[in-house]
């Protein structure tokens, strides 16, 4: 049965008859292809929604481009080459790394790695060597993409929306545009990340005096130093979130820079498609969720069970691009797990049980930035702000990488009268 689940209202997992109905073929012959390993590892005589999927694209392929153009932004086809991150089972591979490999370096040298920034005894990088092998337009020493500047700051933006709120960094940012215009997205980029950093919550005073990201937004919305454990937690949140190739804020990003846009107005079409409800506003979602999970009484089956009442889906279990499990919720939940009370992470290992129980779907990486922002005490709505200031680093990069490109992005529509 159909479900409302954001950008996918379908279920997850497909019977054989379900699968057979939506590739045109017999149950039979969905059996031979699941015997072949081409519908992946089901899952209590299921099949994941994804694989079934790219069968059929495969056999529409054959039937003419337009049945593989109207599926191509729908989890679809790839319409345009990058060589920034490619999505893999095991999660984001950030120009050759694995984000989840990534998550104990500084999330400034991720942002780095992800504008190819070389490594150079005299730059940032030499920081904290991630033994990288990049290529950057016009090589080593390029004064068009020149070592990234962590230093420079803006003044601050007065601000009517309530924080942490997306609505409010769109006022910061369209406040310091007219400013920021002039430069170049690597020379103001990363002053414009630090001040989203120390506007996304009450204590932006305070952040200001830290000078790396992670301190300054943890700062910023907990009003006070963060502990180890917090500062490597909100850490890994950014870094996972950093990219995840043509999502909604990024594609817009780039439709953007494709029609000769300034890198300014690329990142507000970014961070305004970041404020719909079926993009990183979904964490909010998953966070009410998580909050009512773990102070509910309810035994975690009973919790899903009326979660589900309705034909609802449960938040933050999308499967995505990753039918299979998401390797980002897993990575962060590993190390968020270890630094739970007993008695909460019994909880959560229960709920996540039930929902598997219930759905056979597991946690995406949106369910597991609630629960961690829930659990470090962040204010509501901060997972969120996380989600996009993490995805911050990947909208310059795939911005410089589109601006670099002459081909226009043009989709077509295909007219259907009603």
């Given amino acids: 049965m159909a479900r409302e689940r954001g950008l996918n209202n379908q279920p997850e997992w497909l019977t054989a008859k379900e699968a057979a109905d939506l590739l045109g073929v017999r149950t039979a012959t969905v059996y031979a292809y699941a015997s072949r390993g081409l519908l992946g590892a089901g899952k209590k005589g299921k099949y994941p929604r994804a694989m079934v999927e790219v069968l059929k694209r495969k056999a529409d392929a054959r039937s003419g481009h337009g049945a593989v ?10 319409v345009l080459d990058s060589s920034i991150t490619q999505l893999t089972p095991r999660g984001p591979v950030y120009r050759g790394r694995r984000a989840i490999e990534l998550v104990e370096k500084p999330y400034e040298l991720v ?3 992800l504008w190819g920034v070389e490594e150079d ?26 070592s990234v500047d962590w230093t420079a700051r803006v003044p601050r933006v007065r601000t009517q929306s309530e924080r942490p709120s997306l609505h409010a960094w769109l006022e910061v940012v369209i406040g310091l545009a007219p400013q920021l215009r002039t430069a170049s997205w690597r020379a103001a980029g990363p002053a414009l990340m630090h001040r989203l950093a120390c506007s996304a919550g009450d204590h932006e005073a305070e952040a200001e005096e830290h000078a790396n990201i992670v301190d300054a937004v943890g700062v910023s919305l907990l009003g006070r130093e963060l502990k180890k454990n917090e500062a490597k937690l909100i850490n890994a949140s950014l870094v996972l979130m950093a990219d995840h190739e043509l999502n909604p804020s990024t594609f817009s990003a780039r439709v953007a820079a494709s029609a000769g846009a300034p890198w300014m107005d690329c990142f507000i079409a970014a961070l305004g498609a970041s404020a719909g409800t079926r993009h990183a506003s979904a964490c909010d979602d998953a966070e009410r969720f998580w909050r009512a999970a773990l102070t509910s009484t309810d035994a975690p089956k009973t919790l899903v069970s009326r979660a589900l009442e ?9 499967a995505g691009a990753y039918p299979q499990g998401d390797p980002r919720a897993e990575k962060l939940l590993s190390l968020l797990k270890p630094q739970l009370a007993p008695a909460t992470r019994r909880r959560v290992e229960d709920v996540l049980a039930a929902v598997d129980d219930a759905t056979g779907q597991l946690p995406a990486v949106d369910s597991a930035l609630a629960l961690t922002g829930v659990q470090l005490g962040l204010p509501p709505r901060a997972p969120t702000a996380l989600f996009v200031l993490g995805r911050t680093a990947g909208w310059f990069a795939h911005i410089e990488e589109q601006q670099a490109s002459a081909d ?9 009268a009603k």
Avoid: M
């Fill in 310 to 318: 309705g034909g609802r889906a449960i938040p933050g279990f999308e």
């Fill in 69 to 78: 153009a109207a599926g191509a932004l729908r989890w679809g086809e790839p």
């Fill in 121 to 146: 005894s005299s730059s940032a990088t030499a920081r904290l060597p991630l033994t990288l092998t990049l290529s950057r337009r016009g090589g080593r020493g390029d004064p068009r993409a020149p």
């Fill in 111 to 113: 942002a780095e790695l």
């Fill in 408 to 416: 226009p992005i043009r989709p077509r529509a295909r007219f259907v």
